[in-house]
């Protein structure tokens, strides 16, 4: 078992992943891209949580994936992120949240703002001129979400742990 906290996210479906990954290779700093792209549905887990965590996320994986649609761009100060909403996920994130109330830190209990960062840690400009220029062409589109998934967190890059594909 690890000492390090947990972190959960959403997977993305193979051509949304590949767009993704492509725009945070091109835009976030590669010497702070240790991750994929990712949806995060909780930051900080504590470890001895694991196997009931598993449980949950494979039991909720049990149903068809979630409609997921990315409906915006936002503005992160020093970054770029994509809006997603998602009543699916909503509903699994918060009957999560309600199992491990009393375990969540002060960000994980905070209002849930899903979203896709695809750029952060730079100037305010370069941020800014990355949203005027994605709002040029931007539309709404539908988001796939192919599974759940938890990672170790161990002061670096994260480790995949589990991942639970949802049924197609």
Request: aromatic content about 8%; charged content about 20%.
């Amino acid at each position: 078992m690890s000492s390090g906290p947990i972190i959960v996210t959403a997977l993305f479906g193979p051509g949304d992943d590949g767009w993704l990954q492509h725009l945070r290779r091109i835009h976030y700093p590669p010497e702070r891209n240790r991750v994929p792209a990712h949806l995060t549905l909780f930051r900080h887990l504590p470890p001895g949580i694991e196997r009931e965590l598993a449980r949950r996320l494979a039991d909720a994986a049990a149903a068809p994936p979630p409609a997921a649609w990315v409906t915006g761009i936002m503005d992160l100060g020093e970054g770029t992120a994509f809006r997603v909403e998602s009543q699916d996920l909503e509903t699994i994130r918060g009957e999560l949240a309600e199992a491990f109330h009393g375990l969540l830190t002060p960000q994980d209990q905070s209002p849930w703002r899903p979203h896709v960062t695809i750029q952060n840690k730079v100037l305010p400009k370069d941020a800014k001129a990355l949203q005027q220029s994605l709002r040029a062409s931007f539309e709404p589109r539908p988001l796939a979400i192919r599974a759940l998934a938890s990672w170790r967190y161990e002061g670096g890059p994260w480790a995949p742990f589990r991942s639970h594909a949802f049924r197609l």
